[in-house]
Nanobody, 124 residues
């Protein structure tokens, strides 16, 4: 089993920045990738970004060039730097982790482990 704990959410004005962290504990050697999803009230959960254990990254088009994902394998921690935030970025952000050969699809249905979520609110 793997446990994920997010931190770093909060309230920020439009145009501002926030950083999220996700610390993984437990059977982390089994993981192939980690990532972030978000869900706004009344909307479906959506993919934000992912990073593989080899450091390959992918970011959703909606946040490309504004959000940056990184990881520290030694610390088993993943980060999401969010810049130029917009009100539409307001959502609960969830850290996820996946065993090998899992697909980071639009809803994260295949993924194995989820954090509790951290709220990000962007005011206009």
């Amino acid at each position: 089993q793997v446990q994920l704990v997010e931190s770093g959410g909060g309230l920020v004005q439009a145009g501002g920045s926030l950083g999220l962290s996700c610390a993984a504990t437990g059977a982390t050697r089994s993981l192939a990738a980690m990532g972030w999803y978000r869900q706004a009230p009344g909307k479906l959960r959506e993919f934000v970004a992912r990073i593989s254990s080899a450091g390959r990254t992918k970011v959703a088009d909606s946040v490309k060039d504004r959000f940056f994902i990184s990881g520290d394998n030694a610390k088993k921690t993943m980060y999401l730097q969010m810049n130029s935030l917009k009100p539409e970025d307001t959502a609960a952000y969830y850290c996820v982790a996946a065993l090998p050969h899992k697909n980071f699809d639009a809803r994260g249905l295949e993924l194995d482990y989820w954090g509790q979520g951290t709220q990000v609110t962007v005011s206009s």
